[in-house]
């Protein structure tokens, strides 16, 4: 995966290729193909609507409405730490707001956005389905229970080397 | 002699560091030449003592949690490989308090195998049901759901046998059986717990829904938040083909069945039948106008069973040891068992299957041990997101659809979250409507607009600007996105609302706010 970095033209081609021959190019396995797509270049590229709309014989605005209605795709290179802290119920009970709001100031980066050296992105989620152990995060992937802010920073700082 | 330890692969598990504590165990043992081998089991649901490292001793179980890989050395100093004594040492595991005093039926073998060991299935009474089925004509095990009084755990409390029937009795050359994976409510887990601890159970409960209803093909619809559940559950699906118990001839019945995952993307309201239908087929998760339902027209508009994963992973059970033997379980005309989800602020949370009827306040302080910071308890949301608040007074309601429903609150799919005395319930009103604000699929207006209006009441209340107003527009909009929302999302994000501002109503009445807040 190529975090913080744009694919070119070709790569995005080649990808787009790819992951739809891998599904037959069957339009009913688009969400499919985009989280393969996503796995492959860290985000969906903007430019790979039409030529997923061709290779897919569906119509530009038919993807793009697609990939506007999940959350989990991405229009943007992810940084090079991804954190995602749960806002939902269970974790807002044992105070993942105010965690979530310090972590965000202390590190000069916006819920749902990435910082300006590429260095971190946070993603808003809602459950992990570890809300037994609350507050739940997930830091590159790894997951975390009963996070608070001293864990969240060595596990970022850990990420980072 | 080996021995035999067992040390949950559970995504609970992993983010307390079970991972560590296996490499710790490993290499402590090899340092003092310990022949060990490690099972990587689900877990039994005490997650509050995870990771849990049980050690077979003459084929009991000892338990010894939560560990942590600097405890490592001191086990083995403490002899725990024969069961010696430790600080973190539980007793034997099966007879601790917590699961002595639950009736496992669905969640039978969930943390006590290896969840792909096929022969650790089988020999715990896996398949039997399936076998069971097999020799059965497809009304016989229609029959047999429906006198289960097996209802849909989603969250509907749809009666399971009547979907079916209708599937079954349908003409059609493909039908499908659609599992419900897509579990976003917060407070619940039991539907990865079960995919990452027992993925056989669902599969053949999905088989047996094929049998049943004459469908040859299963999607699992698995929300791409729990990557282990995908990954398990592809690897059960390859060993059941590999077995014969999925392909051509599904467990010698002479007839065809196969299974497929979906990933989801991250939309709640994907959790909604026939927007996961819709997503399914590669679309936008837009909800469907009813009729026609998923059971006539489901995916690609064929007839099709939409089950959540423990109504379909409870099957089997039902078909091995009878639909008789499941309803005695329960009570009124909620029959069986639930697997209850306690979580939040609370001490000791976890999954606990109980039959229906265990008081609210069983659960949170029996099971639960009360809240995780020792302040008072103020509120539970029961039923995820678009549940109810309940206070200190409901306590003592026994879970059961039908009570309470008549109280205002609903079982959903059985996820208790627990509030101290430090919750602000406006807040938890205000974020109610902004969860569907986000999370509308946007095909009708109460829904759409009543949730960002209403979160914009919320918010002026909480400034203390025109309380006694925007109570009432509140009011007005729960009335509208009640009776005009096309599904339950809009329909049902009113219910949080509500019963904060019935049971908490001092969190309503905030102070003016000073002439020069607004
Ligand atoms: C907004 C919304 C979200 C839902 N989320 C889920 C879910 O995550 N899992 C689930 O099984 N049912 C969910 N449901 C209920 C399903 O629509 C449906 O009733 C259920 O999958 C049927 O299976 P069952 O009869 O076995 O419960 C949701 C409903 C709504 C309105
Ligand atoms: S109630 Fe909300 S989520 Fe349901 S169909 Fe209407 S807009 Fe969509
Ligand atoms: S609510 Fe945070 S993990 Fe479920």
Not at chain 1, 58 to 85: C, M, Q, W
Not at chain 1, 115 to 136: I, M, Q, R
Not at chain 2, 45 to 50: A, I, Q, S, T, V
Not at chain 2, 400 to 412: C, H, I, K, N, S
């Amino acid at each position: 995966m190529m975090n913080e970095e744009r694919a070119s033209a070709s790569e995005i081609e080649g990808a787009v290729e790819t992951v739809c021959g891998r599904h037959g190019n069957t339009p009913s396995e688009l969400i499919e193909i985009l989280h393969d797509l996503q796995d492959m270049l860290g985000y969906v590229p903007e430019s790979a609507l039409p030529v997923l709309a061709k290779k897919l014989n569906l119509s530009r605005a038919e993807v793009h409405g697609v990939v506007s209605f999940y959350h989990d795709f991405r229009h943007n290179p992810a940084g090079r730490v991804t954190v995602k802290i749960c806002s939902a119920e269970a974790c807002q009970s044992m105070g993942a707001l105010p965690l979530i709001e310090e972590f965000c100031r202390r590190n000069g980066v916006t819920m749902g956005e990435t910082k300006g050296d590429g260095s971190l992105t946070v993603e808003p989620v809602y459950c992990l389905g570890n809300c037994a152990l609350s507050p739940a995060a997930e830091v590159n992937g790894r997951p975390m229970a009963r996070v608070d802010a001293a864990k969240l920073d060595a596990a970022v700082k850990e990420a980072l080397v | 002699m080996t021995t035999t330890l067992y040390i949950p692969c559970d995504y609970a598990a992993l983010s307390l560091g079970a991972d560590d504590v296996v490499a710790a165990i490993r290499a402590e043992a090899d340092k003092r030449g310990a022949d060990i081998k490690i099972i990587r089991n689900g877990t039994r649901g005490m997650l509050w003592l995870e990771p849990l490292v049980e050690v077979d001793v003459d084929g009991v179980r000892h338990g010894y949690g939560p560990v942590s890989a600097s405890d490592v050395a001191g086990l083995f100093d403490a002899d725990f490989l024969t069961a010696g004594s430790h600080a973190l040492s539980i007793g034997v595991t099966e007879e601790h308090d917590w699961l002595v005093n639950q009736e496992r039926l669905t969640f039978a073998r969930v943390g006590v195998i290896d969840p792909l060991d096929l022969k650790a299935y089988d020999k715990l009474g896996g398949w039997d049901g399936l076998y069971r089925a097999a020799k059965m004509s497809p009304a016989e095990i229609v029959s047999e759901v429906t006198e289960s009084g097996l209802r849909g755990r989603g969250g509907a409390g749809f009666p399971a046998g009547i979907k079916w029937k209708t599937v079954s009795e349908l003409p059609g050359d493909q039908k499908y059986i659609c599992c419900n994976a897509d579990e976003g409510d917060s407070g619940t887990f039991a539907d990865r717990m079960l995919m990452e601890g027992d993925p056989f159970c669902l599969l053949e409960g999905m088989a047996i829904a094929g049998l049943a209803t004459g469908a040859t093909e299963g999607y699992i619809y698995i929300r791409s938040e729990y990557p282990h559940s995908i990954e398990t559950v592809g690897k059960a699906i390859a060993a059941m083909e590999e077995a014969g118990f999925l392909g051509d001839n599904v467990a010698g019945s002479g007839k065809a069945f196969r299974i497929f995952i979906r990933r989801g993307a991250g939309a709640y309201i994907c959790g909604e039948e026939s927007s996961m239908l819709e997503s399914m087929e590669g679309k936008r998760g837009t909800v469907r106008s009813k009729p026609p339902i998923p059971a006539v027209k489901g995916l690609f508009g064929k007839p099709t069973v939409v089950n959540n994963v423990l109504s379909l992973a409870t099957v089997p059970v039902i078909l091995a040891k009878g639909a008789e033997f499941y309803k005695s379980f329960g009570m009124g005309r909620s029959h069986g068992t639930l697997p209850f989800q306690i979580a939040g602020n609370v001490k000791r949370g976890g999954l606990v299957e109980k039959a229906f009827g265990v008081s609210i306040r069983d659960l949170i302080e029996g099971f639960g041990g009360g809240t995780a910071t020792g302040r008072p308890f103020k509120a539970a949301q029961i039923g995820g997101p678009l549940g109810a608040y309940v206070n200190e007074g409901q306590l003592d309601l026994p879970m059961d659809y039908e009570t309470l429903a008549a109280d205002g609150a609903m079982v959903g799919h059985g996820g208790i979250v627990v509030f101290d005395d430090t919750a602000d319930m406006a807040g938890m009103a205000r974020f109610a409507f902004e969860f569907c604000a986000i999370e509308s699929c946007g095909k009708c207006t109460p829904c759409r607009i009543g949730a960002v209006r209403g979160k914009e009441a919320v918010d002026k209340i909480m400034n203390g600007v025109d309380v006694a107003a925007n109570i009432a527009l509140v009011e007005d909009l729960c009335e509208v996105m009640t009776d005009g929302s096309l599904c339950a999302m809009g329909g049902l994000t009113p219910m949080p609302v509500r019963s904060a501002l019935r049971h908490f109503p001092e969190d309503f009445d905030r102070a003016p706010a000073a002439a020069a807040a607004e």
